[in-house]
């Protein structure tokens, strides 16, 4: 199989990609597009409080530093 990538659109904080697998076997092709949002840490952080979670600690990713976050946290109800 063959995969590739390839962003389609940036539109903060919206951005757009298109994973495209190849098989090898048929030559069949299946696309995946996706448009996630990235969320800033100041807005994560009152989303888990409004959910119920207490945030015990955040964390920089050590792949991403100040990119990307892992929030620990634990419910509170």
């Known amino acids: 199989m063959e995969r590739r990538f390839r962003v389609t659109a940036i539109?903060?904080?919206?951005?757009?990609?298109?994973?495209?697998?190849?098989?090898?076997a048929d030559g069949a092709v299946?696309?995946?597009?996706?448009t996630p949002?990235?969320?800033?840490?100041?807005?994560?952080?009152p989303s888990l409080?409004?959910?119920g979670y207490?945030?015990?600690d955040v964390r920089e990713a050590p792949d991403r530093p100040d990119?990307?976050?892992v929030?620990?946290?634990?419910?509170t109800t």
């Open 37 to 45: 949002r990235f969320r800033d840490r100041d807005e994560v952080e």
């Open 11 to 24: 539109d903060l904080p919206f951005v757009s990609f298109r994973f495209t697998y190849r098989f090898l």
């Open 67 to 69: 990119r990307k976050f």
């Open 71 to 75: 929030f620990v946290a634990r419910r």
């Open 49 to 51: 409080t409004a959910a």
């Open 54 to 56: 207490r945030v015990l």
């Open 30 to 34: 299946v696309t995946s597009d996706s």
